[in-house]
T-cell receptor
Framework: GQQVMQIPQYQHVQEGEDFTTYCNSS?????IQWYKQRPGGHPVFLIQ?????EVKKQKRLTFQFGEAKKNSSLHITATQTTDVGTYFC???????????FGDGTTLTVKP | DTGVSQNPRHKITKRGQNVTFRCDPI?????LYWYRQTLGQGPEFLTY????????KSRLLSDRFSAERPKGSFSTLEIQRTEQGDSAMYLC???????????FGPGTRLTVL
């Protein structure tokens, strides 16, 4: 079945440092979604990428979808303590009805 | 609050007992998903509905698990003869369609003693 891998599993940064998490799927995806889960909370949708090579920005967050639509990345510039949480990617393989989630990258930020 | 709601928020049960969870999705959403999440893992797909039709069920799901969405609105997830390995957070999510963002509920945390 489809597998979605995320690296790293954990990332500890000093406030102000940059952060990047990578997502790789074993199959071609029709789209990729990113979610953030705060400690004790539930996943909250951040963004969706659909096109091959697509890049989207949300303030300090930059999302990329690979040319082959099998990988994606999330980059945060100048992290803040409010960025703490676990970031998940999720995507349906083409013509599938459901998404597979990665196991997430947990970000901690030291003030 | 017009978000996704789940009840109960917490459930403690003894091994062998049956439990049922409820999910109320956002009213105009026709897709409803159930996931299971354990510590350090991402949400693991269990099943999903389009309106009242259950379109897919995970092969990882044993016959002890069943879900319904009788009128295409709220959904229930039942676990029969619970086992300690069933202890997890059970998340429900809804969306407008197959490629739309999913809105998650707060989850039901199940502890099987």
């Amino acid at each position: 079945g489809q597998q979605v891998m995320q690296i790293p599993q954990y990332q500890h940064v000093q406030e102000g440092e940059d952060f990047t998490t990578y997502c790789n799927s074993s199959t071609t995806l029709s789209n990729i979604q990113w979610y953030k889960q705060r400690p004790g909370g539930h996943p909250v949708f951040l963004i969706q990428l659909v096109k091959s090579g697509e890049v989207k920005k949300q303030k300090r967050l930059t999302f990329q979808f690979g040319e082959a639509k099998k990988n994606s990345s999330l980059h945060i510039t100048a992290t803040q303590t409010t960025d703490v949480g676990t970031y998940f990617c999720a995507g349906p393989r083409e013509r599938a009805g459901k998404s597979t989630f990665g196991d997430g990258t947990t970000l901690t930020v030291k003030p | 609050d017009t978000g996704v709601s789940q009840n109960p928020r917490h459930k403690i049960t003894k091994r062998g007992q049956n439990v049922t969870f409820r999910c109320d999705p956002i009213s105009e959403h026709n897709r409803l998903y159930w996931y299971r999440q354990t510590l350090g893992q991402g949400p693991e797909f269990l099943t999903y509905f389009q309106n009242e039709a259950q379109l897919e069920k995970s092969r990882l799901l044993s016959d002890r698990f069943s879900a319904e969405r009788p009128k295409g609105s709220f959904s229930t997830l039942e676990i029969q003869r619970t086992e300690q390995g069933d202890s997890a957070m059970y998340l429900c999510a809804s969306s407008m369609g197959p490629n739309n963002e999913q809105f998650f509920g707060p989850g039901t945390r199940l502890t099987v003693l």
